[in-house]
Structures are given as structure tokens and as C-alpha cells.
């Protein structure tokens, strides 16, 4: 079934250590996002893609790091995880008719 | 910048109707519009481009007004399927970086 496959659906995970949540889709979509999604906040972007090769920053990138080698795969890094970082996070892409398509998310806690 | 959403919560009775709005400090691209229940994803309902019309598909239209940086959601005759949390989403020009409201979250009670 085409769509986004986010991974791991749940994390328990320790201050300090480091965390990577991965996307993948098979919809060969160009454009691809990372959103958080914390209670009376909305959804926040962290970084996007526009093409294979290009990131960019959103709107709450610190303490966040992606890449995007290839079309299909745009993992997330947390490279030192602190608690405000517990959320849920959400993969979209876009097939630049301007619809994102999101992932089921990922909901990830920091002790 | 994060637009802004009113109301922050509706409750309906079904066959009521809603208007959610999106307000925005910052010229506007397009305005996206997402429903998302309960432990579930967004789900993508309409776009709407700057000198565009207004769209609407069953009995949820929205109108996008560029001078004042504004859009509306429409909910007509409300059903219990339309409950859930209703998301603005916003761009200012032709990149793709999508800045979401904080959300309306909508409930339609028989």
C-alpha cells in the first residue's frame, strides 16, 4: 500500500541519548516534512525538504537534525535528546499540488 | 509565523452549522485546511491560492480572503463524522514550508 511508513511508533527514550525517527515513502513525492505535535500547540514544523539533496529549517529546528540522501527517505536526529523534546511527531510529503500526506507519527518520550 | 485559530473549540448539535477562522499577520501564498480526529493523522480537506476560488467539496467549503490575510472553514449541516480537530495551514509564498495554526477542535453531539 503506497503511503508514508514512520518508525518507531512509540519510544521511551533517556535524556542524552540520541534518537533517529525514520520516514520513508514510496509515493516518489519530492517534498517531505517534520512536524511535532504538543497539546494546545498545533502542529509545528522542524525541518523540510524540497528536493533530494535540500533541507531546510522550520519553525522549531533546535536540537533537530535531518537529511535527505535520497526521494524516498527523510529521517529525523535527535542527537542529544532532552524531556521537551516528548511529542509526537508526524512525516508528510507533498506531491506539489500543495496536499501533504502524513504518517501515522511517532510518539516519542524523554525521561 | 504561527497563524491563528478561532474559535478555539466548538460543540454542535448535528445538523448545526460552524465557521472556523485562520487569521494570519503575514501575506499569504495559500492557505491549507486538515481535519485530524482523535490518535489519528491529518488529513488533507482543501487548498486555497492566493486569486483562487472559493472551494468547497460536500458541505465544508472555505474562502480565502488575500487582503486581510484571512481564511474560513465552513461546516454546513454538521455531522457526527465531521468531529475531530480542524487545522489551518499557511504559506506565505511558493515554497512548500507549510506553518500550521494550533487548531479547532470541533464536536458534533447527535
Known amino acids: 500500500i503506497a503511503g508514508i511508513t514512520q518508525a518507531p511508533t512509540s519510544q521511551i527514550l533517556a535524556a542524552g541519548r540520541r534518537m533517529t525517527l525514520r520516514c520513508t515513502q514510496d509515493m516518489r513525492h519530492n517534498a517531505m516534512y517534520w512536524y511535532r505535535q504538543d497539546l494546545g500547540l498545533g502542529l509545528r514544523l522542524i525541518h523540510y525538504?524540497?528536493?533530494?539533496?535540500?533541507?531546510g529549517k522550520g519553525e522549531v529546528p533546535d536540537g533537530y537534525s535531518v537529511s535527505r540522501a535520497n526521494t524516498d527517505d527523510f529521517p529525523l536526529t535527535l542527537a542529544s535528546a532532552v524531556p521537551s523534546q516528548t511529542s509526537v511527531y508526524f512525516c508528510?510529503?507533498?506531491?506539489?499540488?500543495?496536499?501533504?500526506?502524513f504518517g501515522e507519527g511517532s510518539r516519542l518520550t524523554v525521561l | 509565523q504561527q497563524p491563528v485559530q478561532s474559535p478555539q473549540a466548538v460543540i454542535l448539535r448535528e445538523g448545526e452549522d460552524a465557521v472556523i477562522n485562520c487569521s494570519s499577520s503575514k501575506a499569504l501564498y495559500s492557505v491549507h485546511w486538515y481535519r485530524q480526529k482523535h490518535g489519528e493523522a491529518p488529513v488533507f480537506l482543501m487548498i486555497l491560492l492566493k486569486g483562487g476560488e472559493q472551494k468547497g467539496h460536500d458541505k465544508i467549503s472555505a474562502s480565502f480572503n488575500e487582503k486581510k490575510q484571512q481564511s474560513s472553514l465552513y461546516l454546513t449541516a454538521s455531522q457526527l463524522s465531521y468531529s475531530g480537530t480542524y487545522f489551518c495551514g499557511t504559506e506565505q509564498d511558493n515554497t512548500g514550508k507549510l506553518i500550521f495554526g494550533q487548531g479547532t477542535t470541533l464536536q458534533v453531539k447527535p
Open positions: 525538504s524540497n528536493t533530494a539533496g535540500t533541507t
Open positions: 508528510a510529503s507533498s506531491d506539489g499540488f500543495g496536499e501533504l500526506f
